[in-house]
């Protein structure tokens, strides 16, 4: 990767020493003096901070740095302030791909060693950005200890209010569950229990999965998340309503009777805060990606951010099976539920879609089901060695698929589900990616479905940390990217692993396929934009054009206008898009192309900036992206299910160049669930000072291609 360093200030070695007490307060302040921390000891030597923002406490007293061990005694309290170190630095890096092209990594940051009576240490290092805060434990080596099993740590986020909280549960398994918009005080995670469509779900306590995202009554957005989680457990926050706080409640196995092994010296993940004014502010923020170490694997040219068709949605809504056997029914997780042989990845199946990718300039193909396997992965509950990653079904001809795809231009992508049984993917991993080279492959789709092997272990802790970080590295020595479906959550890892491109981890546009109930509702986008998105790209795979698919599932629909599934490819960011509709639903009855399709063909993957134009929280959101390599911009708007007349301001554009605009957006009539295929298409010349209105319908949105007019 090209590392730019346009100009670096680093200072460090500031100094202090103290004793616990009232003087042991410090502060550290954003580079534009808007954001303040406080951190201190109290009476007890417990360390806490707050946070401020524009002088209004944003984060009230919260304590901080306890730990909990296994069979070694635990601190919180007794810490005396050794000293202290700052440190401020000014940056960009670039991203190899990504919303954008260039980061400004800004901050200002303060390390303080705290030691107990007993010569127990414990560093705590804040960062404070213009956009929010991060701040991690390092538990430096200690006498006679080198390594210990965390039981517990205590990283609080106290409110100062009963906020708006837009959520989903604490679940230590699964990412895919709706948000929940209610009073902090109202959080109930523990009612989402046992959902019938997750496959594996455990919710212990009453939390929540980062990103969490709130509203005070004062108009301040906060989100609080994680970055560089590696090697521990993953951060679910704990609800205390009576204090009106959230508490770090890591994910644990059964199997250690914690919740993460770490050697000394040990650094945590960064607990984050962002903080913002206006909501779009949340989307636009790198704080995340910033609080990651830069590139560590080089280059990754290899992988192409692209647009991509799939042998896939056709198995979600039942018109084809991924197993050859016909002997599972996926939808419904039943073990044992006959579906009757339509294999969808078959030879002749897979060259249709790269007709269909080829003709329209797609360059990407998935093939879900090539090989063999998928008889048993449902109808098992010992899945380990149940796949084979090797092995094509006999009706898929690997080599003929792979040299006509070449032919055509399209690039075939893997699929390995490896029905969360690691052990068996880790064994087949080195032949698996050497197959892939072999066939000119260089990314993978993984999947995890089902209970984690062996039984507990969770899909969110730290034993599966370390499976999918160890194919993350195991795939970068191969050139080989990453797109992970039931993943661990993205905490800015990209930054430092490039090759891990997306993921899925939350309610992707599957649900919509089979949901017992009913799908992803129409306020699911405007939220999601504001919540998962804010920790990296999504692999949700939009562009359904037959809404009902009433041919194949009369009970399920997807929940959103036309115009609205255009509109994902600029909102949703992710280099890699899906157009995840069977190719003949992109065509009219007479056979054309459906002129909505061109926007698809003309959207970009891969950005040099992005604004977010408007948006609240949960209900709308309008994003202008312009793209890497050419000139064109792209703009994309959401609703929930209110209706909406939207003012567009064309000033992002550039000063005294007109575009042609393309706005492709409801109809009149349009309607989430009465009129979905309602539509229009106009055009105009704008530039820099034009302000346009789009009505969205009510689920609905639109979309808009900006080209320069020579
Ligand atoms: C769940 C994934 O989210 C989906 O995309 C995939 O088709 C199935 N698992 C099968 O691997
Ligand atoms: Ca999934």
Redesign the pocket.
Known sequence: MRYLLLAALLFSALFTSCNKAADTTDTIVSPDGKITVQFGLNDEGRPYYTCTYESAVVIDTSYIGGFEFKGHPGFDQDFTLMKSEAASAKETWEMPWGEQKTVLDHYNSKKFFLETPDRRRLNVIFKVYDDGIGFRYELPSQINVDSLLVTAETSEFKLTGDHQVWWQPGDWDIYEHLYHATKFSEIDAIKYRNHPNLNATYIPFNAVNTPVTLKTAEGIYLSFHEANLTDYADMTLLVDKDALKFTSGLAGSERTGGKAWISLPFKTPWRSIQIAKRAGDLIESKLVLNLNEPNKIGDVSYFTPMKYVGI?WE??IGKST?DLEGSQD?TTFTQGAKSGSRHGATTENAMKYIDFASANGIRGLLV?GWNTGWDKWINTDDREGVFDFMTPYPDYDFDAVTAYAKEKGVEIIM?H?TSSAPRTYEKQMDEAYTFMKKHGMNSVKT?Y?GKIIPAGEYHHGQWMVRHYQHVIDKAATYKIAINA??PIKDTGLRRTYPNFIAR?GLR?Q?FNAWASDGGNPPAHIPTVAFTRMLSGPIDFTPGVFNIKFDEYKKENQVNTTLAQQLALYVVLYSPIQMLCDLPEHYYLPNGQLHPMFQFIRDVGVDWNETKVLDGEVGDFVVIARQERGTDAWFVGGVTGDRERTQEVSFSFLPKGQKYKATFYADGPKAHWNNNPLDYQINTAEVDHNNIMTVRMAPGGGFAISLFPVK
Do not use: S
């Open positions: 896939w198995m979600h991924w996926m879900e699929h589900e999947g479905v479906h039931e899925e992707g599957e």
